[in-house]
Structures are given as structure tokens and as C-alpha cells.
């Protein structure tokens, strides 16, 4: 079973995408802020984590510098899930190790389930 770890500060958008993931049969936690995702994410093993850029106290680019460079979690894959679209964001986001940008006002959430679905069992299949 995938486990799957969100950051996310909209506590809507943090449970509607919790409990989606865990009717496909995902284990899934979540967090408000980027800091207690880190210290979850550095004491369990994560397939994935989806983090927003908008967070409270750190950005979430912060804390995917932070996760990618932890021994700890520096191999969890990383989906930036947001609205912020612009294309300097985005280039700083794989820059420092995000394997997926996802904008959320462009996608339904079942769009962004299959993303991630999608990306976990091909990453799975190449190991």
C-alpha cells in the first residue's frame, strides 16, 4: 500500500484530497503547516508527498529544499500541488527536486489522484 503525506494549510483542500486517496485504498496523512510535514516525513516512510507552495511560516519551496536535501527524506518523490502558476515558481520547484507541479484550479481532483496514481505505479514498475 502507497503512503501518502499532504501539507497542505486549507483544511478543505487537505481533506478532500485525504479522504480521496484513502477510498483508492492509500494510507494517507496530513499536515497544516510545512514544518510538522517535515518532521512527519523524517519520521515515516512516504511513496509521496503532495505540498503546497502557500504554507504559513516556510514556503513550501523552503521545505522541498529541506526535504531533498535530509537524509532522511531527500528520496521521498515530491508534487508540488498549488495555484501558483507562474513560470518562475515552477522552474525553482523541479530545480530543487519536485518530481510534479500540479495547479489546482486546472485539475479536478480525481484528475490529480490519477496524476499521482499514475506517476507511483510507473515509478514502482522501474524499480
Known sequence: MNKILIIEDDEF??????????????EVEATRTGE?????AAGNSF???LLDISLPKASGIEILEKL??????KKIS????????QEEVV???????????IVKARMLP???VSEVENF????????
Do not use: P
Open 13 to 26: 483542500v487537505r481533506d478532500l484530497y485525504k479522504n480521496i486517496f484513502q477510498k483508492r485504498g492509500y
Open 91 to 101: 522552474k525553482e520547484a523541479f530545480a530543487k527536486g519536485a518530481e510534479g507541479y
Open 110 to 112: 480525481e484528475q490529480v
Open 36 to 40: 510538522e510535514g517535515f518532521m512527519k
Open 78 to 85: 515530491v508534487f508540488m500541488l498549488t495555484n501558483q502558476s
Open 47 to 49: 511513496d509521496m508527498i
Open 120 to 127: 507511483l505505479k510507473t515509478k514502482k514498475d522501474h524499480l
Open 68 to 73: 531533498k536535501t535530509e537524509g532522511k527524506t
